[in-house]
């Protein structure tokens, strides 16, 4: 969405009085309420937020006299409302912005531009903060006015665009794809298929098509992003940085590592040239390909860059720095991983040495080395040094933020995969319990990341084999996401399966068949139907038929199932499980070539699986 320039706004309440400006004069005050307006425009224009905002409290000033329904009162709002925005208070603008549109709608015809600018400015606003639902009426009524006028100009698809982003976060995938594809169209249409806009929606497109498993079309779509910013802008242009950042994630999330270094290493390559880059920002940029070296295997690339790392911070902050101690704890992971353990806490004993003298001995920055130590010491068995090192995180975390503090609560996690690492699945429960209690403190009994405490919470009871407590937090996690995300979200088809395979461990038969299909027809319409939820859905209905006998109702779903995995996953063990349990069916209804088949290929993919893994 675009800003109207308040000078702009200006002129078409002026604008108002033009028609008549033959005949009437304009009084006084609206004369002083245009001149400051200008000025604050003009101050704007300088750079002068200040200035600016005085020449518009002014402007106010000067129609207080005007009737309710005069266009400058709304006029008057939407440049404060902006300046509010641009401060960062988020409250007031909304406020402004809301009292503007409520004053467009008193004085303007529906389809006034002035309407879908208003609505436009406050849906921004409102997505800033998070509440998109609120926020996609307002975009729908700017894009009703914006079409009526030009369904194909740059604003009407910058709301569709909008639109389409407010679907994609809400997990609304299906209709956020025909949304972008919508605006792609329209743009196309108009000509501009080189212009930036292009690769912002074909970023969107590919995002949607990625989580609904569409990979080839994902891949797609992001490399097309990228040509045309390079057609845009040039090959060697840091501008291009959007899209080769999200053909790296991408990349990386369909375990393409090489090509993932390949893209990050350009992408490093281009900001290190570009003399407008700080050096940090280059260091950081390095240290993102150390991060996907390590996670490819490739430790002597990763610690080739990392040393080049180290000497662009060393230069940006100096030798002694939070940075610096950053890279010492990357350098100690690269030790890590090569099994190093003395070399690796040599390296943590620095950057906690470094930290507590730059930072503090009780600063967040030490916690998070307290934390990798932590770990470290608890994967070499030593748990009551770990346990008192996570402690000692954690207390330092609650100092510096408060107990309701995200990072603080985060910081508990750490100890529950230890007690349970241990099977002291009590102490894990009470970690467990302060964490829920600090989740609803700080973010609402119905917040998302209160549910991900219940998660935790069934998975601990699992483990205490304590079936009641089990249920009682999936039901209230699915409660909860019910209530944040919408009966109809990905997410709660996931809080479904998870109650039906509790269910279906208590044997309570005759509920789980209609979880299940709930889940299916959720993700089917939110996902799509060939993503490998789907697939594991299908996968669970068929095998509760089969158990109750029916394999030849089963059959054709498991099949599909196989089908829906083939294509998404590839070689895989879980398309491996489902080829047996294709082959099980066939096999009950006296197919048993067929099945042979099946488990010859489920065989053959699982030692193909088992061959690429690295070695130990």
Known sequence: MKKLSTMLLA?????????????????????????????????????????????????????????????????????????????????EAERQYRAALAKWDAVAEPDDLAIAVTAESLARVLIARQ?????????????SVRQKENESSPEAISDLAGLAEIHRVKGEVQQARALFAQALSA????????????????????????ATGQIAKAQAHFERALRVLEAAFGEDDVRI?????NLTMHYQSVGRAAAAIRTAVRAADLVEKDGSVKDADK??????????????????????????????????????????????????????????????????????????????????????VLNNLGALHGATGDSDKARALFEKASA???????????????????????????????????????????????????????AQALDAMARIN?????????????????????KALGKEHADVAMSVAALAEVLRAAE????????YLRALRIWEKTLGPDHPNVASALNNIALLQAERGDAAGAEPRMRRAVAILEKSLGPDPYLAAALRNHAGMLKSLGREDEARELDRRAAKMLEQVKAKMPKR
């Open 508 to 515: 309570k038969t005759d509920q789980i068949e209609p979880l």
């Open 131 to 143: 509440r998109f639902a609120q926020a996609a009426p307002f975009l729908r009524r700017a894009l």
């Open 283 to 368: 260091a950081a940029r390095i240290e993102a390909v150390v991060a996907l070296a390590v996670a490819a295997g490739d430790a002597d690339r990763a610690w080739q860059l990392v040393e080049r790392a180290m000497s662009l911070r060393v230069a940006a902050h100096g030798a002694e720095s939070k940075e610096v101690a950053s890279l010492l704890t990357m350098m100690a992971e690269l030790k890590r991983a090569a099994g190093e353990t003395a070399e690796v806490e040599k390296l943590y004993g620095r950057a906690r040495a470094m930290l507590e003298k730059v930072a503090g001995p009780d600063s967040p920055e030490v916690a998070m």
């Open 11 to 91: 002129a078409m309440a002026v604008g108002c009085f033009a028609r008549e400006a033959a005949e009437v004069d304009l009084l006084p005050e609206q004369e002083r309420w245009r001149d400051h307006m200008i000025a604050g425009e003009k101050a704007l224009s300088e750079g002068e937020d200040e200035r600016a905002e005085e020449e518009f409290v002014k402007a106010q000033e000067e129609i207080v006299a005007l009737p309710d329904d005069a266009r400058e009162r709304a006029v008057s709002l939407l440049p404060l409302a902006a300046l509010s925005e641009k401060k960062g208070d988020l409250d």
């Open 187 to 210: 743009w196309e249409a108009s000509g501009a298929k080189d212009d930036p806009n292009v690769a912002m929606l074909l970023t969107g497109l590919g995002a949607t098509c990625t």
């Open 241 to 245: 940085l959007p899209a080769l950042d």
């Open 462 to 482: 699992a483990a205490r084999e304590d079936g009641a407590a089990v249920e009682r937090c999936v039901r209230e996690a699915l409660a909860i996401r019910e």
């Open 396 to 450: 330092s975390l609650e100092k510096a933020y408060g107990a309701t503090d995200e990072r603080s609560i985060s910081s508990l996690d750490n100890l529950i995969e230890l007690h349970m690492n241990a099977r002291e699945y009590e102490k894990a429960l009470s970690v467990c319990t302060k964490s829920l209690e600090a989740r609803r403190a700080a973010f609402g009994e119905n917040d998302v990341r209160v």
